[in-house]
């Protein structure tokens, strides 16, 4: 069974820069999940889809953040205009949700350099 | 109060010893725990999930869970060198945000 794909894997810019990330989950993986993970942190999430739907954007700096999940396949998620703090690596998850089970799935992430 | 709260370390054993990692939550009403080992430059890999109270085994990982005290643990028998990492432990919350909470990780050495 393919893991979950994330594009590209790095990524430098500049600040005001705008960036976009791809992530494609397990199939049969109806919830989605971006996190961002700055150095030496855990994980914080930043949207979460069910299907095509948002299920939780309550952490998603909504004035430079945007994502979608058209489909409710893969998910793209886009910084415009990115500032400095935004360098982290970006990470995607998927788990199966619903009843369960509840386990989430990694991508391989982004890394984000915001120069 | 963090939600989710790990000791940094670094955690230092031996190989072959006993390592112990440890995590205390706020959220009382949560109910899906997860461990998660993150090697440097890599993304989280699922090593273990505990639903229930008690220990949960599977192969040298034992995950621990007391949601009385709100405390989960992981221990890892016969430490190996590549067993070297983050570990990262997760709560599931048990209303509104069903999305992980993270703690900031332990980092384990296993010295040869």
């Known amino acids: 069974e393919a893991g979950v794909a994330q594009s590209p894997r790095y990524k430098i810019i500049e600040k005001r820069q705008s960036v976009a990330f791809w992530c494609n989950p397990i199939?049969?993986?109806?919830?989605l999940y971006w996190y961002q993970q700055i150095l030496g942190q855990g994980p914080k999430l930043l949207i979460q889809?069910?299907?095509?739907?948002?299920?939780?954007d309550s952490q998603l700096p909504k004035d430079r953040f945007s994502a979608e999940r058209l489909k409710g396949v893969d998910s793209t998620l886009k910084i415009q205009p990115a500032k400095l703090e935004d360098s982290a690596v970006y990470l995607c998850?998927?788990?199966?949700?619903?009843?369960?089970?509840?386990?989430?799935?990694f991508g391989p992430g982004t890394r984000l350099t915001v120069t | 109060q963090k939600e989710v709260e790990q000791n940094s370390g670094p955690l230092s054993v031996p190989e072959g010893a006993i390592a112990s990692l440890n995590c205390t939550y706020s959220?009382?009403?949560?109910?899906?725990f997860f461990w998660y080992r993150q090697y440097s430059g890599k993304s989280p890999e699922l090593i273990m999930s505990?639903?229930?109270?008690g220990d949960k085994e599977d192969g040298r990982f034992t995950a621990q869970l007391n949601k009385a005290s709100q405390y989960v643990s992981l221990l890892i028998r016969d430490s190996q060198p590549s067993d070297s990492a983050t570990y990262l432990c997760a709560v599931r919350g048990g209303t509104g945000r069903r999305a992980l909470t993270f703690g900031s990780g332990t980092r384990l050495q296993v010295q040869p």
């Open positions: 505990i639903y229930s109270n």
């Open positions: 889809f069910q299907n095509n739907g948002v299920v939780d």
């Open positions: 998850a998927s788990s199966l949700e619903a009843g369960g089970p509840y386990e989430q799935y």
């Open positions: 959220d009382r009403g949560s109910q899906s």
């Open positions: 199939s049969g993986h109806a919830t």
